[in-house]
């Protein structure tokens, strides 16, 4: 099964409507839903109203266990943290932090790292190779690679992310950073479980702004295209015609 | 057919019947006089009937198995299939015969194909393919006949250019799960067969019941609605497209058409991206790119016009357009003693074995009066395959009138070291899936070090695609790569902005004059 998760039923509206044979399957003890179906010929798992990162490492974690997954993407809206990403830009995820951890007091723990854990998860190497085909032919306009940081709650202002920015920098990044509520806790459970992880969003405002409506249509537009690139993708990974020798 | 040959077989049995009769007749007559011929001429007359009946009826038969014979052949030859089922003349036949006798009727048209973008020549591909359309056709032969008359009033199908059409009554769930059937169905054949194919169906529907039924030929009209709503969906990844006004339009037109009228209206542009090289730190060349203006679609990446042209044939109008753009572009920023860099135009593999591609280059340039040596060729990785001794004999040809040969997205294919020792190339150009992962992944480093020390080691330049932050450009100076191409510097830009960018960039020394 491929596990695709949104922060919020938004997230996944468009693969919703994709998903063939769905069913409503729970987890954790009737309390969390997730959808089951087929997408092009690949069983596909959609989970959504996932607040905050612990909630999301929980949940994702117990899917891949029960289900057998073999790849989670994370998809959805996030907020920009510096000018060099503006609304409405689709963003390949290379890395992803943790925003509000600090163990640097602990020996030998770099900053937004959890003991033991590696300090930003990478992006599944051969799938960010698909991903960028598929992006290259299905979108009209350029799209961003960018690293990801999720904090525990709605960003609102830089102040957020105080504990891990210095003047325009966040963990060293000088640009293209967005800023979520769940996307670490994906990657921080696929890694536990060894299972390739990707986060693609889809910049709905600057953090330091609030979101208009205009702002929002136009982002609803351009959600479109990433889903058209993430159900590309699942068909990408389903086909089997590689013939050797052919 | 079995209802006929019953029907004469009935025929023979009375006729049969009828010459006894007679017989006994005639033979009573002769035995006993005159009076029994009136009978027997009346039963003379009843026989020269149904003879003449048997032999309508044997006509029909014959005629049928003709018809039968030659959907046997054709669906044989696509489907490897020898039963009946219609061919697409019969379809239509069928479907505008029903039109003319029911006024009312209503359908849905859905086209359907089970297999994605293949354009594989191979045999073993070939069969695995015609087997997979031949195991559809008898689910749908199935289904057809064993339909319940409450759901559906009536079922035609048939097999056209690798599309299955099929016309239904129905209602609207019972669409919705014949749909769901034929996909799982779909999917399910190819694991039993094991097929090594890129299954992914696409259904295009078209909901007749806005027709016009007494217009002439409607039939053609619906079958290409429910096609065009089918390739839109193959393109935009929808597996299920329902055909409407609003979202084609009223004029359908195939996307070579379109392309054909945009080179008739000089829709496309060419754009440049401008190559650093690190070395001399200054910008030393350009890639010409071309984009479609399009009115309707705005701005249009080649990625998704270029095989269509290919595949139609348009290539070589589109690629001798960018020539000959480039060279008035060439010509202007001479009249206007601006900095006058080389440009490299990709040239599809196509164009080498078109007959007249040298002298059209060579005429072209000519014409233009520019310096050869400020055009340089794209090739890609795929012209060094197979048959390799064309491309080598043409290049070479180029080379010798003075072009610069730069071989694209290297590393991607199948890459053969003794092709490329043998073609004349100058420089290598790195692919950009080999640069994404430079700066996190040791891997990816190690690749590309490897392929920049594989350029110098054979005396040729090479160029890293596809930079778009800064660390990617330090690890690059650092495994010495001689050129840049990328975001980082400028995206694909207008004439006009390629000019303001070379006279005012951030990425140059301060001293470079501009001529």
């Known amino acids: ?246 | 057919m079995n209802k006929i040959k019953t029907l004469l077989t009935e025929l023979i049995i009375i006729a049969s019947l009828i010459v006894a009769i007679i017989f006994v007749v005639s033979f009573l007559s002769f035995a006993y006089g005159t009076k029994y011929i009136v009978i027997d001429l009346i039963l003379l007359f009843a026989m020269a009937g149904f003879i003449t009946l048997g032999g309508y009826v044997f006509a029909l038969l014959y005629g049928e198995k003709k018809t039968i014979n030659s959907l046997k052949n054709e669906n044989e030859y696509n489907l490897n299939r020898n039963y009946v089922f219609f061919n697409y003349d019969y379809f239509t036949r069928k479907i505008t015969l029903r039109n003319i006798k029911n006024k009312d009727l209503e359908g849905y048209m859905i086209a359907f194909n089970c297999v994605r973008n293949v354009d594989s020549t191979t045999k073993a591909i070939k069969d695995d393919i015609s087997e997979l359309n031949g195991c559809v056709a008898d689910y749908l032969l199935e289904r057809i006949n064993n339909f319940d008359k409450k759901d559906i009033k009536f079922s035609y199908f048939c097999f056209y250019h690798g599309v299955f059409l099929v016309y239904i009554n129905c209602s609207p769930e019972y669409l919705n799960n014949l749909i769901n059937d034929i996909e799982t169905r779909i999917y399910d054949i190819s694991r039993e067969h094991d097929f090594r194919l890129y299954i992914q169906p696409y259904f295009g529907i078209y909901d007749r019941r806005n027709e016009n039924v007494e217009e002439h030929d409607v039939i053609y009209k619906v079958i290409n609605y429910a096609m065009t709503a089918r390739e839109y969906g193959s393109q935009n990844f929808d597996s299920v497209t329902f055909y409407s006004s609003e979202l084609f339009g009223s004029n359908i037109t195939t996307e070579f058409e379109a392309i054909v009228e945009a080179l008739d209206k000089k829709e496309f542009i060419v754009f440049y991206q401008p190559k650093y090289s690190l070395g001399k730190k200054q910008f030393i060349s350009s890639e010409a790119l071309v984009r479609w203006q399009s009115p309707k679609n705005g701005l249009v990446s080649p990625i998704k016009f270029i095989s269509e042209a290919e595949n139609g044939g348009l290539i070589h109008r589109i690629d001798m357009f960018v020539l000959e753009q480039v060279c008035k572009d060439l010509n202007e920023t001479k009249r206007k003693g601006r900095r006058l860099l080389p440009v490299s135009i990709n040239f599809s593999i196509y164009e080498f074995y078109a007959p007249d591609f040298v002298d059209d280059i060579i005429n072209t340039i000519t014409k233009y009066k520019v310096n050869p040596s400020l055009i340089e060729m794209e090739i890609t990785e795929s012209v060094s395959g197979a048959n390799s001794f064309v491309p080598i004999s043409i290049i070479k040809k180029l080379k010798e009138f003075g072009l610069r040969i730069l071989m694209d997205d290297f590393g991607v294919g199948y890459s053969n070291f003794n092709n490329i020792k043998n073609m004349p190339i100058d420089v290598l150009k790195i692919d950009k899936s080999f640069i994404d992962n430079i700066v996190d992944d040791e891997k990816s480093r190690e690749i590309v070090k490897l392929l920049i020390d594989f350029a110098r080691s054979l005396g040729l330049e090479s160029i890293a695609e596809g930079v778009s932050v800064k660390e990617q450009v330090d690890i690059l100076r650092k495994y010495h790569c001689d050129t840049i191409q990328g975001y980082f510097y400028s995206k694909p830009i207008s004439k006009t902005e390629y000019e303001q960018f070379l006279a005012n960039n951030p990425y140059e020394k301060k001293g470079v004059v501009e001529k």
């Open chain 1, 1 to 246: 099964m491929i596990l695709i998760v949104g922060g919020t039923k938004d997230d996944i509206l468009f693969f919703e409507t994709k998903i063939r044979n769905k069913k409503h399957e729970t987890i954790l003890g009737d309390t969390y839903h997730l959808l089951v179906g087929n997408i092009f010929d690949q069983r596909v798992g959609i989970l959504y109203n996932v607040h905050s990162s612990y909630l999301t490492t929980l949940l994702v974690y117990e899917v891949i266990k029960k289900y057998h997954v073999i790849l989670v993407i994370n998809v959805g809206y996030a907020v920009s943290y510096l000018d060099t990403i503006k609304t409405g830009d689709i963003v390949l995820i290379k890395q992803t932090y943790f925003g509000d951890v600090n163990f640097t007091k602990m020996q030998h723990t770099l900053l937004a790292q959890i003991p033991s854990q590696p300090q930003f998860f990478a992006s599944d190497g051969y799938v960010t190779q698909i991903f960028s085909k598929v992006l290259d032919t299905i979108l009209k306009s350029h799209y961003l690679s960018g690293s990801l940081v999720s904090i525990n709650k709605v960003p609102e202002s830089k102040e957020d992310l105080s504990e891990i920015s210095f003047e325009n920098t966040v963990l060293g990044r000088t640009s293209n950073v967005l800023v979520d509520s769940e996307g670490a806790g994906c990657a921080l459970a696929a890694h536990i479980a060894n299972v390739p992880f990707i986060a693609i969003k889809v910049c709905e405002r600057n953090i330091d702004d609030r979101l208009s409506v205009a702002n929002y249509l136009k982002v609803l537009d351009k959600y479109a295209d990433l889903g058209k690139v993430v159900t590309s993708l699942i068909g990408e990974v389903s086909r089997n015609d590689v013939r050797i020798g052919e």
